[in-house]
């Protein structure tokens, strides 16, 4: 029987902890009655420096439930390095693995399908979802910007997926090849190849707690996907740098030969401000991208560590479990 990790990156989620274990677990022990998992399979939740008491009732249930197990990273990370440090966690412990966030937004009745994908010779089964109807007009408007956008500018991802998915043991691994610093998971687990196939779902609402995502962050996410896998907005600055000096070229032409023919002068100075304000706004854009691009180099040069583990309470760790029970 293959060992079945569902990893969940937490943040301030003690609202929905008690729901989620619930939850979660009745999966586990549904496919372990099925045959299609091991007995020694579990749930692992990872603490993302959550300021509310996350990790306590995640120690808490560690010692009564054979099936919990967590990790607590040092201090906040972000959702895509929690969920990093999950994965790369579970695959020592697990042969496959299915990563999905704590709000339970995500239909779990479709774990069951991704595991037979796998049992099919699937190393990624991707969790998609099949309509918005539950996201506002703006949300869903956004969304569906957000990925076209994506597609038009070369990334690689996939329409309606967010990070609910099943991966292999061989999957992991050759994630652990991808070095970078600026995470985008959305974007590098398709690089990284082998059979994958897609289980779809509809998306449920919130039971408790708030969005870790709101606008600000989402639009700093979408920015963090498109500056790590493309660099297509420095070739339109390019472009546009063309575009403009081509026109300012025609403009030029046409001054010098009002002036030449005709006697004829532009009077005032509104061209000329709209102009210079038009174009210092141009380079001051541009500026900032390429420094967009040059500060994620300087990042990546650093080689700091991704994220730091403080507490593991895991299966293997039986004197833990003994002190806590």
Known sequence: MDKLAIVVPCYNEEEVMAETISVLVSVIVDLIKKNKIADSSFVLFVDDGSK???WELIEEEYGINKYVCGLKLSR??????????GL???KNLADITVSIDADLQDDVAV???????YHEGCEVVYGVRDNRETDSMFKRNSAQIF????KNLGVESVYNHADYRLMSKKAIDELGHYQEQNLFLRGIIPLIGYKTDCVYYSRGKR???ESKYPLKKMISF????????????????????????????????YILIGKLLYGQT????????????????????????????????????KRRPRYNIETTLSQSDEKAKYEKK
């Open 52 to 54: 509310d008491k996350t």
């Open 76 to 85: 906040n990370r972000g959702h895509q390095n929690a969920l990093l440090a």
């Open 88 to 90: 790369e966690y579970a």
């Open 111 to 117: 774990i069951e399908e991704m595991v037979d994908k």
């Open 147 to 150: 990925y076209k956008l994506m």
């Open 207 to 209: 039971t408790a707690g």
């Open 222 to 253: 979408a920015w963090d996907g498109i500056t790590s896998f493309s660099i297509k907005p420095i070739t339109m600055i390019s472009i546009l740098g063309g575009v403009i000096a081509f026109f300012s070229g025609v403009s030029i032409l």
């Open 266 to 301: 532009i009077q005032g100075w509104t061209s000329t401000m709209i102009s210079i304000w038009f174009l210092g706004g141009v380079q001051l854009m541009s500026i900032g991208v390429i420094g967009e691009y040059i500060g994620k180099t300087y990042m990546e040069s």
